[in-house]
């Protein structure tokens, strides 16, 4: 299925893929990246990280209290943050790892729900990118072709996700 991927992989495909990737690209980003190669062309903008994650937090907190929680106050979520900057240790890695496990066997566990195994979302794909081959090849305006292609594509991203996470996972279990 791969081979066949790329043995029908066009030059217009890759040009394709260019188009979406460089729409995606934020000024932000740009900014970023030729700040390191030459500062003088970016267009800096002076905002403390500092007055962002200030400002942030209190979004946080302002949205939760809308929601009806209360209790809610900068600093827990200046602690939840933090939490999130340090890197587990593998005792805390095993603990989390252990957790799922025990909860699986509670007896009030709801059903488990549907799954959809690799083969399935791999069979998915190429059906999709068969689809996508019929309206492509076919389309009499570039543009059509493209917005095509993008919006499906787009669409089974999080599928695409889901594969990817559960390709990795069987890896790391073999």
């Given at each position: 299925m791969i081979r066949e991927f790329w043995r029908n992989y066009s030059i217009m495909d890759a040009v394709d893929n260019i188009a979406v990737a460089w729409e995606e690209l934020r000024p932000a980003t740009m900014n970023s990246v030729w700040k390191k190669i030459w500062p003088e062309c970016v267009q800096f903008q002076?905002?403390?990280?500092?007055?962002n994650i200030v400002q942030?937090?209190?979004n946080i907190v302002t949205l939760a209290k809308n929601v009806a929680f209360e209790?809610?106050?900068e600093a827990d979520?200046?602690?939840l943050l933090r939490s999130h900057e340090e890197d587990l240790s593998n005792e805390e890695l095993?603990?989390?790892?252990?957790?799922?496990?025990?909860?699986?066997e509670s007896e009030d566990a709801p059903p488990a729900l549907r799954q959809l195994t690799t083969g399935e979302l791999s069979a998915a794909f190429s059906h999709f990118e068969a689809g996508l081959q019929v309206?492509?090849?076919?389309?009499?305006?570039?543009?059509?072709?493209?917005?095509v292609s993008r919006a499906i594509n787009d669409a089974i991203n999080c599928y695409r996700d889901l594969y990817k996470e559960k390709k990795r996972r069987s890896k790391?279990?073999?």
């Open positions: 002076s905002v403390s990280q500092t007055d942030l937090q209190q209790e809610v106050v979520v200046d602690q095993m603990q989390l790892e252990q957790e799922p496990a025990g909860e699986e309206l492509t090849s076919n389309s009499p305006d570039d543009e059509w072709k493209l917005q790391q279990l073999s």
